[in-house]
């Protein structure tokens, strides 16, 4: 054979172990540099991070776009916790709910991180996770489930919502908050102060030892933010 036909092979041999060294790495939630980024969520995961970053910086949509998603959560077991950042004023319950479900099935800590404004079901992804992460100018908001064209939903609906809201809220949101939330069909808003305070009174804050220490005890220092009860639409339901 002469070398311009042996060199041929030996490209032909090495070009697929090099594509799946390339490739491979793309698709693996365990290499570094891993990403997803479309108009529903992100997925990063850089070298140098100690977190897997998930944004959600977009309404909550159909659940058919979070399937690379809920594998991820579910299946990921490295050596990193995943982070959830969140800048989202809600949206779709039944995609919202599967998220949450995932979150609560994920394999390593989970941590999520207000980026402004985690209202409705963001609100419900924040409360979550296993600790949470508020800057004190976030904004939070929680509210009642509402179908998009005004009908009256189906009561196991309703209930379904109600026991997924109080299994995330109970302890941080207080019960004439969750009464609001059901029964006056309006919003509960809160300021990224009275977050932090609630945080540490269910030891649910992130950070070192030194930080939580230092931030817990300033929070109790700060005067009491109302919590505001204003009406508005709810959690969509199709």
């Known amino acids: 054979m002469s070398k311009v036909g042996k060199t041929i092979l030996v490209i032909l041999g090495v070009f697929p172990f090099t594509a799946l060294l390339f490739f491979g790495s793309k698709l693996s939630f365990t290499e570094p540099n891993y990403s997803v980024s479309n108009a529903y969520y992100s997925i990063i995961d850089n070298k140098s991070s100690s977190s897997i970053d998930i944004y959600f910086n977009a309404e909550i949509a159909n659940p058919s776009n979070y399937v690379e998603l809920l594998s991820f959560l579910k299946l990921y077991s490295g050596e990193k916790y995943i982070r959830i950042i969140l800048n989202t004023p809600g949206g779709e319950f039944f995609a919202g709910a599967q998220i949450i479900d995932a979150i609560r099935l994920a394999r390593v800590p989970t941590v999520s991180e207000v980026n402004v404004l985690a209202a409705s079901m963001g609100g419900m992804f924040l409360l979550s996770t296993s600790l949470i992460d508020i800057p004190d100018h976030a904004l939070l908001m929680f509210h009642n489930i509402t179908s998009r064209d005004g009908r009256e939903l189906p009561t196991y609906i309703l209930r379904l919502f109600q026991d997924l809201f109080v299994s995330v809220a109970k302890g ?33 804050l992130f950070g070192t030892k030194e930080y939580v220490t230092l931030k817990c005890t300033a929070a109790k220092t700060w005067p009491d933010e109302e919590v505001l009860f204003l009406p508005g639409p709810g959690v969509t339901s199709p």
């Open 172 to 204: 941080f949101l207080t019960a004439e908050e969750i009464d609001a939330v059901f029964n006056k069909q309006g919003q509960v808003w809160m300021s990224g102060k009275e977050a932090i305070k609630r945080a540490c009174k269910v030891n649910k």
